[in-house]
């Protein structure tokens, strides 16, 4: 019984470290993690960052209406069909399809909501179509760590797509965070990390799946994203 635990124990460390490393950098080179990117300013000294990329058989132009259409009760993340059933039932399945109703042309300060109005949310740093987008948020804390914790985070997603000459392009998506308190940024690292295995990975494999299929695009019935209007003054 103590061989049995002990490979069990081993096993699972193994298996953390491979997610960890994964969710650090699964899929993008050595060169990619040492490039600068537009956004790395917006968190001048993070305590963490994760590169993920992929190549995706079509030109930037073709992959850049899919991130578009990114959005709670949009078009989805296009993480795997188990992860939104399992994790995110809420949030609907992402959509294998683009929605004419629901592509947009983003411009600085356009928000791309992440959970219910209210809570999560992205807001647009930077954008050059077909190109690079750069995503801020300091909303994504567990509701009222904030206050009751003093928890904070500034995160930003930075996708950047390159043009090959083969017809093909390269989709790189940089993460880059700072976080409070260190207990905060331990559970980050510690949960977050691994988890960047499955749903950054999964959503850069489910992204190319999805262009390079190339399905008509057809109305979901979702609605457009209409920011809430802001409160009155008393």
């Not at 109005?117 to 050059?128: D, F, I, L």
């Not at 500034?154 to 000459?165: E, G, I, K, M, P």
């Given at each position: 019984m103590p061989h049995l635990a002990r490979a069990v124990v081993v096993t699972a460390a193994a298996g953390y470290t491979a997610l960890q490393i994964l969710g650090r950098r699964g899929g993008a080179t050595g060169h990619e993690?040492?490039?600068s990117l537009p956004g790395?300013?917006?968190?001048?000294?993070?305590?963490?960052?994760?590169?993920h990329a992929i190549t995706i058989a079509a030109p930037a132009q073709r992959v850049w209406p899919w991130l578009t259409q990114m959005g709670w009760h949009l078009g989805g993340y296009y993480s795997p069909a188990w992860v939104d059933r399992l994790l995110f039932p809420q949030n609907w399945p992402s959509l294998d399809h683009l929605d004419p109703a629901l592509l947009r042309r983003l411009q600085v300060g356009d928000v791309i909501p992440d959970g219910e109005?209210?809570?999560?949310?992205?807001?647009?740093?930077?954008?050059?179509a077909p190109h690079v987008l750069v995503l801020r948020s300091t909303t994504h804390v567990?509701?009222?760590w904030d206050v009751k914790y003093g928890a904070s985070l500034?995160?930003?997603?930075?996708?950047?797509?390159?043009?090959?000459?083969d017809g093909r392009c390269r989709l790189h998506l940089r993460v880059r965070g700072r976080t409070s308190p260190w207990w905060f940024t331990a559970l980050y690292e510690a949960a977050v990390v691994p988890?960047?295995?499955v749903m950054a990975i999964g959503m850069l494999h489910g992204l190319r799946g999805r262009v390079e299929a190339d399905p008509a695009p057809r109305l979901s019935?979702?609605?457009?994203?209409?920011?809430?209007?802001?409160?009155?003054?008393?």
């Open positions: 993690r040492k490039a790395d300013d917006v968190v001048p000294a993070p305590r963490l960052v994760t590169d109005p209210g809570t999560a949310s992205y807001v647009v740093h930077q954008v050059e567990p509701p009222g500034l995160w930003t997603w930075t996708f950047v797509l390159t043009d090959l000459s988890s960047d295995a019935g979702r609605h457009p994203y209409v920011p809430a209007a802001p409160a009155s003054a008393a």
